[in-house]
Structures are given as structure tokens and as C-alpha cells.
Nanobody, 127 residues
């Protein structure tokens, strides 16, 4: 099994910046995508940004130009623990949410592909 742990959340004023980080507890055999989602109480979890290890990066429209996803998914015999960051600039009150990281991949050669989630980190944008 693998645990993903997010960090970096907190209270920030509108217009401010935060960097969220997500680290895996073990290496992956192979990774397809690394992503960030967010959830506001009472609403569905929504996609924020995704990094495809084959190249494409996509963002939800509301964060384009303000958020940047970056990740280290280098695989080396399954010993490298992947990390994925979300750099958030020009934060707005509507960005307030619990942010979750997700890694989609195979933790070993023999385990099926699965989506792994962290437990989330709270970001509050308020003056």
C-alpha cells in the first residue's frame, strides 16, 4: 500500500500565495498521472490540475495563469518516492477548499493500476 501526505495549507490573504506539496510513502513501479483536486463542504470534489507523465498538463479554467503543478515522478527501480506540488498565486476567496493530491499508477509490477489519494490539506483565503 501507499500513503500520500499533503502539506502546505493554511490561511492566506486574497492575492497571496501558497505552495502545496504531496509526498508518497513509497516508490511506484509506474505512474500515469499526478493531480490535485479540491473540495468545498457540501459540494463535489473538483479537478484543479493534472500532470501527465507523458507530457500534457491541464488546469481547470478558474486557476489557469495562477496555479502551477509540478512533479517528480522519476522511477528508479521502484525506490524513488514521487512528489507533486501545486504553486498557487493570486489566491481568491473562492479558492478556499480542502486540497487533495492524487497519483494514478502501479505501485508494483504485479498490482493493478489504481488511483491513490491523500487525506487533504485545508486552504483558507480570507482577509
Amino acid at each position: 500500500q501507499v500513503q500520500l501526505v499533503e502539506s502546505g495549507g493554511g490561511l492566506v490573504q486574497p492575492g497571496g500565495s501558497l505552495r502545496l506539496s504531496c509526498a508518497a510513502s513509497r516508490g511506484f513501479f509506474s505512474i500515469s498521472t499526478m493531480a490535485w483536486y479540491r473540495e468545498v463542504p457540501g459540494k463535489q470534489r473538483e479537478f484543479v490540475a493534472i500532470l501527465d507523465t507523458l507530457g500534457p498538463i491541464n488546469y481547470t479554467e478558474s486557476v489557469k495563469g495562477r496555479f502551477t503543478i509540478s512533479g517528480d515522478s522519476a522511477i528508479s527501480g521502484g525506490n524513488t518516492k514521487p512528489t507533486v506540488d501545486l504553486h498557487m498565486n493570486s489566491l481568491k476567496p473562492e479558492d478556499t477548499a480542502v486540497y487533495y493530491c492524487q497519483i494514478d499508477g502501479w505501485i508494483t509490477e504485479s498490482t493493478p493500476r489504481a488511483k491513490y489519494w491523500g487525506k487533504g490539506t485545508l486552504v483558507t483565503v480570507s482577509s
